[in-house]
């Protein structure tokens, strides 16, 4: 069953740090480009960052450069995002989504259901 499980959201300080996590089942992870959104309450979902398969290529939506990290490891499934010094406007709840990047998998995309992190002093 194919599965995406995101994880580590909470509630942080201005200028704290998480680090979401979000694994992979079911499918062949290397072969997908991974991708974490975002939406805040009343605001449609944004590109936060993405990752290519091998993790050689990343970009990352102008607000959070310089912030935000993303990572990938194959061997483990997983896609992290390590987020610093957040700021309130990153309050929403994350989304991981994978997109398939080679021959056969084009077209194919799975989204998680979503880790709320909220930002508030």
């Known amino acids: 069953q194919v599965q995406l499980v995101e994880s580590g959201g909470g509630l942080v300080q201005p200028g704290g740090s998480l680090r979401l996590s979000c694994a992979a089942f079911?499918?062949?992870?290397?072969?997908?480009?991974m991708s974490w959104y975002r939406q805040a309450p009343g605001k449609e979902r944004e590109l936060v960052a993405s990752i290519s398969t091998a993790a050689d290529s990343t970009n990352y939506v102008d607000s959070v450069k310089g912030r935000f990290t993303i990572s990938r490891d194959n061997a483990k499934n997983t896609v992290y995002l390590q987020m610093n010094s957040l700021k309130p406007e990153d309050t929403a709840a994350y989304f991981c989504?994978?997109?398939?990047?080679?021959?056969?998998?084009?077209?194919?995309?799975?989204w998680g259901k979503g880790t709320l992190v909220t930002v508030s002093s």
């Open positions: 989504k994978a997109v398939g990047a080679t021959r056969g998998l084009y077209g194919t995309n799975y």
């Open positions: 079911g499918f062949t992870f290397r072969s997908y480009v």
